[in-house]
């Protein structure tokens, strides 16, 4: 007989809560060194067949007596691994309740699957079942999410939300650690239980498994806007619970449409939980175009989260400041009137400044002395702004400003944009002459 009954005594019984978890999967890492959190159900006492936590490369009842070695465990110091000296099945199962999660995030199972069969090649009976005693071999090893309420050993594909693996008749005999997710967010808002099945009556078949975890991908959506003169960038967070972590901002110049190159400018900010984050203002120095990408560090239960350059929402296009050109005076020399300047465009006038405007903004005027005199009236630089479209402007100017009609002689006026954004103009000006008074 290929099992040694001699070695019950070496098992030690590991019995978890058979009840749901919150969010997470308690001791999905061994690294207790027990099994505490998990349940185990077996068709054979725990000295002869069993879910063990192990550490190591030696099997706790079959590894010394065949002198055959196990797989250490691929994460930490344990890990889970059934071994048994004759027949049965052993089944180590948790339940988990699975959070809702926003639109768009997702949750995941993540965990480390391997095996090795000692003695015997794998199979798999048709129909599906986890009976050791049926006819023929059935040397299985197989990961299901369950409905928490079905028969710890169903295979029905009503009682099976998800096989994440399952072993198949002729597949090698060994499988070395390896990482594997299944997509849980279908079951978000529910409680699944979470079973591993080892079935064995051809040979010792040490199925095993660490690092069992669930993983939140939360949503995130990110938004660009330019106010004032600065372009910020600001992300919406949701779907993973209890969010910690940070997102940092990064912000690429026009002149890296590609985001190659380092930023011009980042920005970090702690996460506590979902919603809205936002980077530091960035004042640009040119017009182009600018790009942010918004990156998620992720935490313990949340993985992390980035953008990508160029996607939509997280460009700002800076317009060159406005300028003006083509200043001048129209006619250059006139009569001033005794009438203030006026606010709307139906007043009479004498003269008209004219000149191209790029863009929508705010100009200020001033009008003083011509440099190297002091003859006529003001005294002191007056100034009026108006609030004008792009394209080519007449602003009338009667020569009387403030309650005073300019006298005689040379002066100059000057005009300087201000666009939306805070952006100004170069100045620029042009000469005239008041030839009277009104």
């Known amino acids: ?89 052993h089944i180590l199962y948790q339940d988990v309740n699975l959070e809702q999660v926003a639109p768009g995030a997702s949750v995941k199972l993540s965990l480390y699957a391997y095996y090795k069969a000692q003695q015997g090649p794998l199979g798999t009976p048709s129909p599906a079942t986890l009976d050791p005693s049926v006819a023929g071999v059935n040397e299985q090893y197989r990961i299901d999410v369950m409905k928490p309420s079905a028969p710890i050993n169903s295979v029905a594909p009503a009682d099976v939300l998800l096989n994440v693996f399952q072993t198949h008749t002729g597949n090698p005999q060994t499988l070395a650690p390896t990482q594997m997710t299944a997509d849980l967010t279908p079951f978000a808002g529910q409680t699944v239980r979470l079973r591993f099945a080892e079935v064995d009556n051809n040979g010792v078949l040490n199925a095993s498994t660490d690092d069992v975890r669930i993983r939140f991908r939360p949503a995130m959506s990110t938004t660009a806007s330019r106010n004032a003169g600065e372009i910020v960038d600001s992300a919406n967070l949701a779907g993973g619970p209890g969010l910690s972590g940070q997102i940092t901002f990064s912000l690429y110049g026009p002149s890296d449409p590609a985001c190659a190159g380092s930023p011009i400018f980042s920005s970090s900010t702690a996460v506590k939980g979902s919603g809205v984050y936002s980077s530091g203002a960035f004042k640009p120095t040119g017009p182009g175009t600018y790009r942010w990408i918004a990156s998620y560090s992720g935490d313990a239960d949340n993985e992390a989260v980035s953008g990508a350059c160029g996607d939509p929402g997280e460009t700002v296009e800076v317009p060159p400041p406005p300028t003006i050109s083509k200043l001048r005076v129209d006619p250059n020399r006139f009569r001033a009137g005794s009438t203030d300047t006026p606010l709307d465009a139906r007043a009479l006038t004498t003269a008209r400044i004219r000149f191209t405007l790029s863009a929508d903004a705010t100009v200020r005027f001033l009008i003083n002395h011509a440099p190297s005199t002091r003859r006529g009236k003001p005294k002191h630089a007056h100034v009026f702004t108006r609030s004008l479209k792009a394209g080519n402007r007449a602003v009338r100017f009667t020569g009387a400003l403030d309650g005073l009609t300019f006298g005689r002689g040379p002066y100059v006026v000057y005009a300087r944009a201000t666009a939306p954004d805070g952006q100004r103009s170069e100045r620029k000006s042009a000469r005239f002459r008041i030839v009277d008074s009104g």
């Open 1 to 89: 007989m290929r099992r040694m009954a001699t070695l019950a005594a070496m098992a030690a019984l590991f019995v978890g809560a058979d009840t749901a978890q919150a969010a997470t999967v308690a001791n999905g890492d061994f690294e207790t060194g027990n099994l505490t959190g998990w349940t185990v159900g077996s068709t054979s006492a725990s000295g002869t067949g069993y879910w063990f936590a192990y550490t190591g490369t030696v099997a706790p009842l079959t590894g010394v007596p065949l002198s055959s070695t196990v797989a250490a465990p691929p994460e930490g110091n344990y890990a889970a691994l059934s071994d048994e000296v004759s027949p049965g099945r």
